[in-house]
């Protein structure tokens, strides 16, 4: 029977076990089954959740707002002038129409020919308007408290009817004077007692009366 040399089954183990060790490997390996770390990790957020919020109401005011204020059609006699042309928004020659829609009067009344009305603003029975129906408004008379653009009114005396209006003439019933503004029309004055007690504003031609 033959004996293997010594050296050789040395020889033989050595590979054997060299075959056998795990090859190194240089760097940081990361043990088998773990997670590469240069792989970033998916990063979870939660969203931040943002209530909208509610739309603002514009503010309304439970007040509702005051009507304009009207003009009033019935004006004071304060207000009130008798000029050249007529007396507020009341004019000579206006249809009876016109002259109702100013608002300035009462109801006409009317006669075989012509028609009669009061101003609203004039105490009962005075402030006649005489309408004509061939020139329209023809006479308008006023009370004590309106007067005249020159500052004739009922109550002064027939010597301050001269020094207002020169050209102031005495008539059979009233007297007259010239009307600055309007050559087709003039004042019809009455005195008594040397006192004025009638201012009437009418046409020249007025056909209604006298």
């Known amino acids: 029977m033959r004996t293997t040399p010594l050296v050789g089954t040395l020889t033989c183990l050595l590979l054997v076990a060299a075959c056998a060790s795990p ?6 390996a990361a043990p088998a089954g773990s997670p590469d770390p240069t792989t970033s990790a998916a990063t979870t957020a939660t969203p931040t959740s943002s209530t909208p919020s509610a739309p603002s109401t514009p503010s309304t005011s439970s007040a509702s707002p005051s009507p304009s204020a009207r003009p009033s059609s019935n004006p004071t006699t304060d207000s009130l002038v008798l000029g050249p042309k ?31 009305s009061f101003l609203r603003a004039a105490p009962t029975e005075e402030g006649t308007v005489t309408h004509s129906p061939t020139l329209g408004i023809a006479a308008i008379d006023v009370w004590p408290g309106i007067r005249t653009p020159e500052g004739l009114g009922i109550g002064m005396s027939s010597a301050e009817v001269l020094r207002i209006y020169p050209a102031y003439r005495e008539g059979v019933n009233a007297g007259y004077a010239t009307t600055p503004g309007n050559d087709k029309a003039v004042y019809r004055i009455a005195t008594k007692n040397g006192k004025v007690t009638a201012l009437t504003l009418q046409f020249k031609n007025q056909d209604c009366y006298e």
């Open 86 to 116: 007529g007396i507020g928004s009341l004019k000579l020659g206006m249809t009876r129409q016109q002259a109702t829609a100013t608002g300035m009067l009462r109801p006409f009344a009317i006669t075989e020919r012509c028609s009669f």
């Open 23 to 28: 090859t190194h490997q240089s760097g940081n």
